[in-house]
């Protein structure tokens, strides 16, 4: 069974930090593309960042180009999002999410996913 358990998230200042994690198990962790995403409430889900099976390539919305780092550790089954200078229009659910499709941005194409965990950005 796949899981996967997002952690890290809270209520932080504007300005501020977080880093996200992301513990897989139950697959191949190194062979599937991993992904962020982001719901807040009344919107709908939105692409934020990935990364390809083995880190070579990222990708990232505009809005946190230069603010937010993904990164993955597949020794050990972990997906990161390291959120610099972090404003409230970041305030969501942010999810990790697992799949095989190279088109990173479209949630759709991703397998399986987290249950989320709340990131709030305070004024």
């Known amino acids: 069974q796949v899981q996967l358990e997002e952690s890290g998230g809270g209520l932080v200042q504007a300005g501020g930090s977080l880093r996200l994690s992301c513990a897989a198990s139950?697959?191949?962790?190194?062979?599937?593309?991993m992904g962020w995403f982001r719901q807040a409430p009344g919107k709908e889900r939105e692409f934020v960042a990935a990364?390809?099976?083995?880190?070579?390539?990222?990708y990232y919305r505009d809005s946190v180009k230069g603010r937010f780092t993904i990164s993955r550790d597949n020794a050990k089954n972990t997906l990161y999002v390291q959120m610099n200078s972090l404003a409230p229009e970041d305030t969501a659910v942010y999810y990790c999410?697992?799949?095989?499709?190279?088109?990173?941005?479209?949630?759709?194409?991703?397998?399986?996913w987290g249950q989320g965990t709340q990131v709030t950005v305070s004024s």
């Open positions: 139950g697959l191949t962790f190194s062979r599937y593309m």
């Open positions: 999410a697992a799949g095989r499709d190279p088109r990173a941005t479209v949630s759709s194409l991703y397998d399986y």
């Open positions: 990364i390809t099976w083995n880190g070579g390539r990222t």
